[in-house]
């Protein structure tokens, strides 16, 4: 059992219902230490999603335990939890991340808006909120030309890019990417994991990669199958 | 940055990507507020215009006809007079003890389309109007002799006329008149100053030059082989022998009941006296329905709007439920939600309401002079008064109730949603 200060993620018993329902979500014990790059697998309907939205903190557990960065979920206020999402969670998703109306790097700086602690982190990297998104930018390969453009005018594997810097921008202690890769030819996949993988090293953020292509788990440090956690599927079965 | 002005910078940002919307959405509330302000507006100030038009006259006095239609063309220059007064009946009444002083009318005819009022000297010393403001000169003086005239700052101000400048008066009150007393021109020796009243749209002669002009007259036309030269005219006797009504100022409020009934039942012929305040009360009730369907009409226009402004705001909920997600995915708390959609009702409102009140503003000072010519109405051109502000405010109130709507519902939806929607 990895101990608490060090996790990142730490789930015990954790078991999950839509009101009135069966029980979608049911975990003995998942970890995810501080720093970890983790693959997540499994097929739709598996409980990817519930289970993000319990580490997300807009779903709330029916029993057990689950600690984020120390704090403990099933215990906290919805908008403590908004908080921590705020202070501690980068999301990127399989498409459309980004508000069509504001520009690149106001699209990245956004995440700083609503967290002081991730304002405070950007501001420790940089002399500005833009200047860290205009860094971070550089580092995912977007060039200068497209800072100010409407991100409509990017390709996918641009905006999945921008996506990322968003979810970095002020070091959170987690990054959340749901099938981010899934919209991106094959061979931009690889380049794309291996820039948020280093991004992520660098910025000391655990990963924890949502995919159903098997093959792109050799970047990450551990794997795990939903379906072999999730005791729900196995009873179902 | 805080969070508050985040939100206001989304809202805008996010109105400007839907800015033919936006501007539509804008303009029907701007042109529907700017409806309910300047009905609003011509209502309090043809009120309180007509109130200042007459003030310290305690009765007028006519031929009997109707009260308010006595009222209008005594005072405002609008409609006919039906009969008219003997100059005897007028000496008697205006020589009752209780009368402080009288100002005599004589109406009929015009200089280009200008009124001409006959009366005498005493009009400039008690006429009143603002509350207690006096008639002054911007230039000359009052009428002496016969053939003198002075006129009202529109008059000299539109016909261009300085003083010394020769005139010729039409006979009938219209703008194009054939007959013209053109044998016999008047004289301008006083230009008035401005009062804001139809006062500025009279030309004043004194009882005497009407009299003048017609004194080679006969049932209403030029009596034939009878024409006078203006010096043979000045022979004759101009005392007149009949006026169209006169305004009376009593030495004491209390006696004007007394005297106005006196007059009513005044044996020798059928006149009426009325009291300016209680006819033009009786103006209101007879207007008041038109006023208020008006309003009503203005009141739906701006509902109208306001559904525009929701059905736009309600429309764009479907596919904005995605941005909803990213925002509630980088942090945003769901009263940001709430706040988002309410702050673009709100600034579609601010800025819809404040264009409205431009618009009437500015349609107020276009219009003005063509409100003037046309109706005798005198619109100031003005900043909104209390009742338009709050008729505004309302507006703006009445947009962010509705807007609560579309808000909700998006909050709700964030709240459902959480991080990913499925479309």
Redesign the interface.
Known sequence: MVSAERATVEASNLVFAWPGQETVLNIDELAVAAGERVFLSGPSGSGK?TL??LI?G??TPRSGTLEVLGQPLHELR??DR??L???EIG?I?QQ???????DVVTNVS??C???DRRRDRALAQSSSEEAEATRLLHHLGIDSELLMRPVTQLSIGQQQRVAAA?ALIGSPGLLIA?EPTSALDSGLRAQFIELLVAECESAGTALLFVSHDLSLRTQFDRSIRLTDINRTKGTDG | MGSAATVLMLARESLANRRATAILTILSIAISSALLLGVERIRTETRSGFMSTVSGTDLIVGARSGDINLLLYSVFRIGSPTNNITWQSYQEIAGQPVVDWSIPISLGDSHRGFRVMGTNTDYFRYYRYKRSRMLTFAEGQAFEAVFDTVLGADVAEELGYRLGEQIVIAHGAGATSFIQHDDKPFTVVGILDRTGTPIDRTVHVGLEGIEAIHADWNEGGRAPGQSLSAEEVLELDLQPEAITAFLLGLKSRVATFGLQRKINEYPQEPLMAIIPGVTLQQLWQLIRGVEVALLAISLCVVIAGLIGMLSAILTSLGERRREMAILRAIGARPWHILALMTSEGALLAVIGVSLGIALVTGLSFLTAGWLKQRFGIFLPVQWPGPIEWLFAGLVLAAALLVSLWPAWRAYRNALADGLSVRI
């Open positions: 999603s993000l939205g997300g807009v779903l919805a908008s908004d908080r999402r705020a202070d999301f998703f459309f991340n980004l508000l069509p109306f504001l956004l995440a808006r609503f967290s968003r749901d």
